[in-house]
């Protein structure tokens, strides 16, 4: 495999050396694979935090490289481990920040007003109000677990299907479909009770 330049070495090929013991080509790993993960982590935690994020991934990754029984499938593997690292720094941050949806009603009402007062005529006024709505549907979705947050996000916000998601969340895709659908309800209630109505965010 030493003969072969980085571009020669099949993911399979990789994989197989990583297991093996060869942990100096862990580098030719993070280089293949780094976009991956910082893409899929980039759409579920904050921006300032991708970076971060992803070093636990590889972290993870790099620990548990001899669980992975098929290398034909490390990038879904991949990114199975990447939302799993999502969902645990939203577990973080709950326990951490302890916010209730009730305490984050003033501000958002005071966000309502101030949308309610612009022009959707203006492009620049249009994203704005977009950024505005986002601020209040990311305080809404406190209410969510970390594990619903991350599944509402990936069928309505990334268009993943139900079967993906279910692979994605090792969940069956009738417990997705039924999970996202109860899981959207409640966000709706919240959004409702913070005076947004569905028309504002569908």
Not at 112 to 137: P, T, W
Not at 176 to 192: I, P
Request: aromatic fraction near 8%.
């Amino acid at each position: 495999m030493c003969s072969k330049s980085e571009h020669d070495i099949s993911d399979s090929e990789l994989i197989k050396s990583l297991v093996n013991g060869e942990y100096e080509h862990f580098r030719i790993f993070i280089k293949r694979f780094e976009s991956l993960v910082f893409e899929t982590v980039g759409r579920h935690v904050p921006e300032d935090m991708t970076e971060d994020i992803a070093q636990e991934v590889f972290i993870k990754v790099y620990k548990s490289l001899k669980t992975l029984d098929n290398s034909e499938k490390v990038r879904g593997w991949l990114k199975k481990v990447s939302i799993n690292c999502c969902c645990d720094y939203w577990r973080r941050e709950y326990r951490k920040n302890e916010t209730t949806l009730s305490s984050l009603n003033d501000e958002s009402g005071n966000l309502i007003e101030k949308l309610e007062s612009e022009s959707a005529g203006d492009e620049f006024e249009r994203k704005n109000r977009q950024m505005h709505l986002r601020m209040i549907l990311d305080r809404a979705m406190l209410v969510l677990s970390p594990k619903d947050r991350i599944l509402i996000e990936l069928v309505y916000f990334d268009g993943v299907s139900a079967a993906e998601a279910a692979d994605v969340m090792n969940m069956t895709r009738a417990g997705v479909k039924v999970r996202t659908f109860r899981a959207k309800r409640k966000l709706s209630d919240a959004l409702k009770r913070m005076g947004i109505r569905d028309s504002n965010y569908g």
